[in-house]
């Protein structure tokens, strides 16, 4: 099977997340989470596959209008990263396919931890070795969420669903991106906290 | 002016935020929160300013069937708090006001940090001297996101605002809410990663 560079879903390469499954229940049930949005999310899945490469355009027309985003994506003195951003573009389209899949597994678990690793210093740059700022400050990450929803919905809309599936829709992607965004928080937090 | 019980807004007992003003500009513009939010969620304050307390029931309601929630506001043996409880709801229904009056200046982002310290373990029960868990944990603070948020809607559409003015008012919401609970993560962050 053909890789995108730095995708290493379902890999041996990818450490085991000290989030359990179990304990992943408990985090999807405070988020209204349930199995009505894994059905939501994969029916977006046929609608979203072919138009992952305009989307991910989308956050990056924002991302790169943002001073305060675009840095982390640019060398210390300010110089954006071309190769990094396009190496970044394909996962991310990989990312609109992995969370409309919806397979909540302990695959699925450990690569949020994972990716939480690749925004936290820890990780940041590794994958594509590439000379960007070396850590995402953790301010950023929660406001985020509302460009990254916010950008889906047209898409949900445009293959001819009526109005409430593409709000079940897209309750389901804000549900889904909440829980992703508190996963990738874990190396952020102090021990014991989380 | 008669004051909440542990309701400390505006006063000198409310510390200094860690966050600037400046830095949180940045932060909106990260959530796309724009002056067109601030007027959005002004409007929505006429609407739901006599319907706290049926808001903040609902959130009691869901919390109360959560077990792995609920304990937060139960000693560690799991029995539910109810003068804690009945404290807190009071401070709820404020914050409701409080967001909808969309004042954000200094007084408003110190008592951010005083919000994310009482969830901490630096300052939970304290407020209240309640024999409670003494930590909220962070992996839930995210993915209640979405039950704030999701409640609020059909209260912002009883008094027959049009369902684009709704719609405008809920995403104004889920914008501030998502940029207060970045605020309140501070406290759990390592030093500098914030």
Redesign the interface.
């Known amino acids: 099977m053909q890789r995108l560079p730095g995708y290493t879903y379902g890999t041996p390469l990818v450490p085991q997340s000290p ?1 359990s499954l179990r ?1 992943f229940e ?8 349930t199995d009505e949005d894994v059905r939501y999310l994969r029916m977006s899945l046929a609608i979203l596959a072919d138009q992952t490469a305009e989307i991910v355009e989308k956050w990056y027309e ?1 991302v790169g209008s ?1 001073p ?2 675009i840095r982390y994506y640019s060398t210390p003195a300010g110089m954006p990263l071309q190769d990094y951003l396009a190496r970044t573009f394909a996962r991310f389209q990989q990312w609109i396919i992995d969370t409309a899949e919806a397979n909540y597994d302990q695959d699925w678990l450990n690569y949020q931890y994972e990716i939480g690793l690749r925004h ?2 820890t990780k940041k740059n590794r994958t594509d070795a590439a000379p960007a700022l070396p ?1 995402i ?11 990254i929803v ?1 950008t889906l919905k047209p898409f949900l809309a445009r293959k001819g669903h009526s109005p409430e599936e593409v709000e079940k829709m897209w ?1 389901a992607w ?2 889904a991106v ?2 992703s ?2 996963l990738w ?2 190396p ?3 021990p014991g ?2």
Chains 1, 2 share one sequence.
């Open positions: 989030v304990e408990w985090m999807k049930a405070t988020a209204m989470f924002f943002q305060q985003l936290h210093h850590h400050h953790y301010r950023y990450m929660v406001p985020l969420i509302y460009p916010a309750e804000l549900k909440l829980l965004v508190a928080s874990q952020y937090v102090k906290e989380f």
